[in-house]
DNA sequence: CACAGGTCTCTTTTT
DNA sequence: GAGACCTGTG
């Protein structure tokens, strides 16, 4: 049926009932769960009742299009989600039954790490001894497997170090729950809770779920498995997709038992595997295979496909890590110049996200447009953090940790002995620091302080005042940008970086403009849940014509014509961690790992090494990765001095001649300037300025790509933008900016 | 109270 | 190489 293969046509219509599907890299999964909701809604089944699990934002877009595009009706009534966000979306409704507010916060890891640092704190414990990095790996392997602060403590019982992390546990969620905040491993937590507590909430949703696929099974944890558990209880109709070869997470608590033992938990399961790979050559297939085979405990499959050879895979040794990221640069190039190749055609993978900065600037110099995706998180940079902490605090007053953030940036005169005063007040009355802001004038000790709290106090009942007259989150934003004096202070620095820092706000604000234009219901708890739980993998554009760098682990569940997988070597690739860990499946995960970046490959696969890198301030000297020697002979060209091209004493004058100029750039610290490149660094900035035209006017008929057909009503020129406002056939009147709107004019 | 400059440590992957 | 923390100065 419809092109599908015999396998995948059987997963297809074996809709009741559990059913465990192993599918390799490359063999069409996503194709076949798309035909399998369409399948089911052939059959009568409301769409209403289908819910399908992705691991990224990404993956749920993409299924979300193509089941839109093979199903005629209802398919937007299917609820395609992350694990993440269909917790958030059933908490919003009933947390309140677990004694939360319904609009809580949720908290990312820099605030948690806060949290955490206040917690030892005020239990007096050394954080010399207690790293608060090693505090939340352990809370948050406790919430992996579902074990509450009290359990932990009773499990702990006689061991003193596990006794000290159950305090700081228990101190770490009572303060959350002050905050009416949830981290991320709370949102399956509470979730699970919620159901284990409320069974009518549960039977509600069991009812909803009659039909439940889960897709990257393999990367599940325990807490994960519990969910599915629940609402998969009554009806059974429980698909689950994975490759135990691809299971990657397991240092975020995946549990590749759940799909090995699937056949125990679900005995009526049926099991279908699929083998046949559509994606790369055989080449390629044959290198992946290869280094695969080395691992131990695998469920027992062969992939194998129809595919010519195609070119074997390129192994190049270089120098140094600066030889490496330019010989890759140059068959970039060459390939985009010679063979005209788009610049999307290319993605550079690596293990760690410190690699990225080497290929960066090699990319800017040849004036490549890229896009580096997460590393350090966008969301994560100190300006933005501010500006979405001012956020949090107008959407949830309960959240000290961001009032602590923001209540003095910019200077407001308010130090930590104010600080303080206020919050040994919070503390005695019960309240919220907030709360205990509010009433400045009685907090005992402040003297001249007390207006200055008053003045910050002020400005957030104004920002509150525009919410509730219903103004647009991006008037918001920039009401807090300007009130607050965040921009003007920026603006006065006319420094480098200030500048940069404006241009990360900037972003930030087309962000909110986007959501804004695309959220079916815009509001501010919107807003702040998909800062938190969009990931930057999530909004790569494939049309945009750029280089892709990210790191492996980012890379699960893309493909690209053709991959660069550089750092190819031991200790870095396999990393040292796992080369001095006793747990042998360490290493085994490391070449999983290895075996999805080859796989993401469709045509062309460059592997590269550099004989020394510095690494953490220090030169290393690190063999060749062990997992190249695994790849056939057969089907890959080794080469020991740089380059994959030719010309190579070419390109040795040419690096001697950069790497001059790379000193003199390299001192010139973060914000990178070379020359008139029109490139920057970091968040893959666009590289030209797109002039807004748009060719239609009022009265004109037009398509967006969500809302379908409309009628331009009006046009209200804003600057550079427009301010379109379109009465859309089937959702009404809209009002968005032309330049995000992307509307086609008919 | 704010800021600059020094010293220290720990190096992986992320929803 | 970056971030956290401390200390001295204005």
């Given at each position: 049926?419809?092109?599908?293969?015999?396998?995948?046509?059987?997963a297809?219509?074996?809709?009741?009932?559990?059913?465990?599907?192993?599918?390799?890299?490359?063999?069409?999964?996503?194709?076949?769960?798309?035909h399998?909701?369409?399948?089911?809604?052939?059959?009568?089944?409301?769409?209403?009742?289908?819910?399908?699990?992705?691991?990224?934002?990404?993956?749920?877009?993409?299924?979300?299009?193509?089941?839109?595009?093979?199903v005629?009706?209802?398919?937007?009534?299917?609820?395609?989600?992350?694990?993440?966000?269909?917790?958030?979306?059933?908490l919003?409704?009933?947390?309140?039954?677990?004694?939360?507010?319904?609009?809580?916060?949720?908290?990312?890891?820099?605030?948690?790490?806060?949290?955490?640092?206040?917690?030892?704190?005020?239990?007096?414990?050394?954080?010399?001894?207690?790293?608060?990095?090693?505090?939340m790996?352990?809370?948050?392997?406790?919430?992996?497997?579902?074990?509450?602060?009290?359990?932990?403590?009773?499990?702990?019982?006689?061991?003193?170090?596990k006794?000290q992390?159950?305090?700081?546990?228990?101190?770490?969620?009572?303060?959350?729950?002050?905050?009416?905040?949830?981290?991320?491993?709370?949102?399956?937590?509470?979730?699970?809770?919620?159901?284990?507590?409320?069974?009518?909430?549960?039977?509600?949703?069991?009812?909803?779920?009659?039909?439940?696929?889960?897709?990257?099974?393999?990367?599940?944890?325990?807490?994960?498995?519990?969910?599915?558990?629940?609402?998969?209880?009554?009806?059974?109709?429980?698909?689950?997709?994975?490759?135990?070869?691809?299971?990657?997470?397991k240092?975020?608590?995946?549990?590749?038992?759940?799909?090995?033992?699937?056949?125990?938990?679900?005995?009526?399961?049926?099991?279908?595997?699929?083998?046949?790979?559509?994606?790369?050559?055989?080449?390629?297939?044959?290198?992946?295979?290869?280094?695969i085979a080395?691992n131990?405990?695998?469920?027992?499959?062969?992939?194998?496909?129809?595919?010519?050879?195609?070119?074997k895979?390129?192994?190049?040794?270089?120098?140094?890590?600066y030889?490496?990221?330019?010989?890759v640069?140059?068959?970039?190039?060459?390939?985009?110049?010679?063979?005209?190749?788009?610049?999307?055609?290319?993605?550079?993978?690596?293990?760690?996200?410190?690699?990225?900065?080497?290929?960066?600037?090699?990319?800017?110099?040849?004036?490549?447009?890229?896009?580096?995706?997460?590393?350090?998180?966008f969301?994560?940079?100190?300006?933005?953090?501010?500006?979405?902490?001012?956020?949090?605090?107008?959407?949830?007053?309960?959240?000290?940790?961001?009032?602590?953030?923001?209540?003095?940036?910019?200077?407001?005169?308010?130090?930590?002995?104010?600080?303080?005063?206020?919050?040994?007040?919070?503390?005695?009355?019960e309240?919220?620091?907030?709360?205990?802001?509010?009433?400045?004038?009685?907090?005992?000790?402040?003297?001249?302080?007390?207006?200055?709290?008053?003045?910050?106090?002020?400005?957030?009942?104004?920002?509150?005042?525009?919410?509730?007259?219903?103004?647009?989150?991006?008037?918001?934003?920039?009401a807090?940008?300007?009130?607050?004096?965040?921009?003007?202070?920026?603006?006065?620095?006319?420094?480098?970086?200030?500048?940069?820092?404006?241009?990360?706000?900037?972003?930030?604000?087309?962000?909110?403009?986007?959501?804004?234009?695309?959220?079916?219901?815009?509001?501010?708890?919107?807003?702040?849940?998909?800062?938190?739980?969009?990931?930057?993998?999530?909004?790569?554009?494939?049309?945009?014509?750029?280089?892709?760098?990210?790191?492996?682990?980012?890379?699960?569940g893309?493909?690209?014509p053709?991959?660069?997988?550089g750092?190819?070597?031991?200790r870095?690739f396999?990393?040292?961690?796992?080369?001095?860990?006793?747990?042998?499946?360490?290493?085994?995960?490391?070449?999983?790992?290895?075996?999805?970046?080859?796989?993401?490959a469709?045509?062309?696969?460059y592997?590269?090494?550099?004989?020394?890198?510095m690494m953490?301030?220090?030169?290393?000297?690190?063999?060749?990765?062990?997992?190249?020697?695994?790849?056939p002979?057969?089907?890959?060209?080794?080469?020991?001095?740089?380059?994959?091209?030719?010309?190579?004493?070419?390109?040795?004058?040419?690096?001697?001649?950069e790497?001059?100029?790379?000193?003199?750039?390299?001192?010139?610290?973060?914000?990178?300037s070379?020359?008139n490149?029109?490139?920057?660094?970091?968040?893959?900035?666009?590289?030209?300025?797109?002039?807004?035209?748009?060719?239609?006017?009022?009265?004109?008929?037009?398509?967006?790509?969500?809302?379908?057909?409309?009628?331009?009503?009006?046009?209200?020129?804003?600057g550079?933008?427009?301010?379109?406002?379109?009465?859309?056939?089937?959702?009404?009147?809209?009002?968005?900016?032309?330049?995000?709107?992307k509307?086609?004019?008919?």
């Amino acid at each position: 049926m419809n092109g599908l293969n015999d396998k995948q046509g059987e997963a297809v219509q074996c809709t009741e009932g559990p059913v465990l599907l192993l599918a390799g890299a490359g063999s069409g999964k996503t194709r076949v769960l798309t035909h399998r909701i369409a399948y089911l809604i052939d059959q009568g089944i409301n769409p209403y009742h289908i819910l399908a699990i992705t691991f990224t934002n990404k993956a749920a877009g993409e299924m979300r299009d193509r089941v839109d595009q093979i199903v005629s009706y209802g398919a937007e009534s299917v609820w395609v989600s992350t694990f993440h966000a269909l917790c958030v979306r059933i908490l919003r409704r009933y947390i309140d039954r677990l004694e939360y507010e319904n609009n809580f916060t949720i908290y990312d890891s820099d605030d948690q790490k806060a949290v955490i640092k206040t917690c030892l704190k005020k239990l007096n414990m050394d954080p010399k001894q207690y790293p608060e990095r090693m505090m939340m790996a352990e809370i948050s392997k406790a919430k992996e497997r579902f074990v509450s602060p009290q359990e932990y403590d009773r499990e702990a019982s006689g061991q003193f170090r596990k006794m000290q992390v159950a305090k700081v546990y228990n101190e770490y969620q009572q303060r959350l729950k002050q905050n009416n905040a949830l981290d991320f491993d709370d949102l399956l937590y509470k979730t699970v809770e919620l159901f284990q507590f409320h069974p009518d909430v549960l039977e509600q949703y069991q009812e909803r779920f009659q039909y439940i696929m889960v897709d990257e099974y393999q990367d599940t944890n325990h807490i994960q498995f519990l969910l599915i558990k629940q609402l998969a209880a009554k009806y059974r109709n429980l698909c689950v997709v994975g490759d135990d070869d691809q299971s990657i997470y397991k240092f975020r608590g995946a549990n590749i038992y759940n799909i090995l033992n699937f056949e125990e938990e679900y005995p009526e399961a049926k099991v279908i595997k699929l083998e046949q790979n559509y994606r790369s050559t055989a080449n390629i297939l044959k290198a992946a295979n290869g280094v695969i085979a080395n691992n131990e405990g695998r469920k027992e499959k062969a992939l194998w496909t129809k595919a010519e050879e195609g070119d074997k895979v390129h192994f190049s040794l270089y120098d140094t890590e600066y030889q490496e990221a330019e010989g890759v640069v140059k068959e970039i190039s060459r390939q985009h110049k010679n063979e005209n190749r788009a610049y999307n055609y290319f993605a550079i993978l690596y293990r760690t996200n410190a690699q990225s900065r080497i290929f960066e600037e090699k990319l800017l110099m040849h004036n490549i447009p890229y896009k580096i995706i997460g590393g350090q998180n966008f969301y994560g940079r100190r300006e933005v953090k501010d500006m979405i902490c001012y956020l949090k605090v107008i959407e949830n007053g309960m959240d000290d940790m961001s009032v602590r953030r923001v209540v003095n940036v910019p200077k407001r005169g308010i130090g930590a002995t104010s600080i303080d005063k206020m919050q040994a007040y919070a503390d005695t009355y019960e309240m919220s620091l907030l709360d205990a802001m509010f009433e400045a004038s009685n907090v005992p000790g402040l003297n001249r302080a007390a207006a200055k709290v008053e003045s910050f106090t002020n400005l957030i009942l104004d920002f509150r005042d525009m919410l509730k007259e219903g103004v647009f989150l991006s008037e918001l934003y920039d009401a807090v940008l300007e009130k607050t004096g965040y921009w003007d202070e920026l603006l006065a620095e006319k420094t480098d970086e200030a500048e940069a820092r404006m241009e990360n706000l900037t972003e930030l604000k087309n962000k909110i403009v986007k959501y804004e234009q695309e959220a079916e219901h815009p509001d501010l708890a919107g807003l702040l849940e998909e800062i938190a739980l969009v990931a930057e993998v999530d909004n790569v554009e494939e049309s945009e014509e750029k280089v892709l760098l990210m790191t492996l682990h980012s890379a699960k569940g893309l493909e690209f014509p053709c991959v660069f997988l550089g750092g190819m070597e031991d200790r870095l690739f396999p990393s040292g961690m796992a080369l001095n860990s006793d747990d042998p499946d360490a290493i085994e995960e490391e070449r999983r790992l290895c075996y999805v970046g080859i796989t993401r490959a469709r045509e062309q696969l460059y592997l590269s090494a550099a004989r020394q890198r510095m690494m953490h301030g220090r030169t290393d000297y690190n063999p060749v990765s062990r997992f190249v020697k695994e790849i056939p002979k057969d089907v890959i060209t080794m080469n020991g001095n740089g380059s994959f091209a030719v010309r190579r004493q070419e390109q040795a004058a040419h690096e001697a001649r950069e790497s001059l100029n790379r000193k003199s750039a390299s001192v010139t610290g973060k914000p990178y300037s070379f020359g008139n490149t029109g490139g920057k660094p970091a968040f893959g900035k666009e590289f030209k300025v797109e002039r807004l035209q748009i060719d239609y006017g009022v009265g004109d008929r037009v398509r967006h790509v969500k809302f379908g057909e409309g009628t331009v009503t009006e046009l209200v020129s804003g600057g550079k933008d427009y301010e379109v406002t379109v009465e859309f056939d089937k959702v009404g009147v809209k009002r968005m900016f032309a330049s995000f709107a992307k509307l086609k004019k008919l």
